[in-house]
């Protein structure tokens, strides 16, 4: 079956504009995930969604960063007024269910942001 | 939040040749994963380990869970040069965030032909 799909697959972006990062979960999957992959670095948590709860923002690293999720499909990952910093993988990932021990998280092939 | 370290942060080797990696922590686990990520690629789950002490097997890589929990390795026999990629151990946060994981920044793998 199909995996998780992003698009686009990469981005380049001049300083100061915003951009839009789409995430197409596999389908059932209840939970979703955004993370960061900076150059060297391990992911960084950004944000999670689970079924029609509240979704845990905390990783967002400043108000530039937003979130949304449709029921339990799409995702959209929105960077306001982009930064340099904001140059990275973004990754986006989906579970069938958080809770336990298994908490397997299926990865797309990411989104590369460069900003300019 | 759990901070995870791995070591080497790069490992180049010759194909046939044996390796470990490492991933430690000050904090206890509930559980940890392995995962490798190959370029241009999401990364792929390839092992959960959740019992301290436990041991598992997937084909030439073998798993290993420190009796405490808050350690693991990853042993491959005989690398090939499919083996090459980016090797992260993710853990989940303790304390009632457990859909939280917490990613070690990986040890890059190359295995030359």
């Known amino acids: 079956g199909a995996g998780v799909s992003q698009s686009p697959s990469n981005k380049v972006t001049e300083k100061g504009k915003d951009v839009e990062l789409r995430c197409d979960p596999i389908s059932g999957h209840t939970a979703l995930y955004w993370y960061r992959q900076r150059l060297g670095q391990g992911l960084e948590f950004l944000i999670y969604?689970?079924?029609?709860?509240?979704?845990?923002k905390s990783g967002l690293p400043s108000d530039r960063f937003s979130a949304e999720r449709t029921g339990e499909s799409v995702s959209t990952l929105t960077i306001q007024r982009t930064q340099q910093e904001d140059s990275a993988v973004y990754l986006c990932?989906?579970?069938?269910?958080?809770?336990?021990?298994?908490?397997?998280?299926?990865f797309g092939p990411g989104t590369r942001l460069t900003v300019l | 939040t759990q901070l995870l370290e791995q070591s080497p942060q790069f490992l180049s080797i010759q194909e046939g040749e044996n390796l470990t990696v490492y991933c430690n922590s000050s904090?206890?686990?509930?559980?940890l994963q392995w995962y490798r990520q190959e370029p241009g690629e999401g990364p792929v789950l390839l092992v959960t380990?959740?019992?301290?002490?436990e041991v598992k097997k997937l084909k030439r890589l073998t798993f290993q869970f420190g009796d405490a929990r808050k350690d693991s390795s990853l042993h491959i026999t005989a690398a090939q040069p499919g083996d090459t990629g980016l090797y992260l151990c993710a853990a989940e946060n303790s304390g009632g965030s457990n859909y939280k994981l917490t990613f070690g920044k990986g040890t890059l793998l190359t295995v030359n032909p």
């Open positions: 969604f689970q079924g029609n709860s509240a979704p845990d």
């Open positions: 904090s206890v686990f509930s559980s």
């Open positions: 380990v959740v019992t301290g002490g």
């Open positions: 990932a989906s579970s069938f269910s958080p809770w336990g021990y298994y908490n397997e998280q299926f």
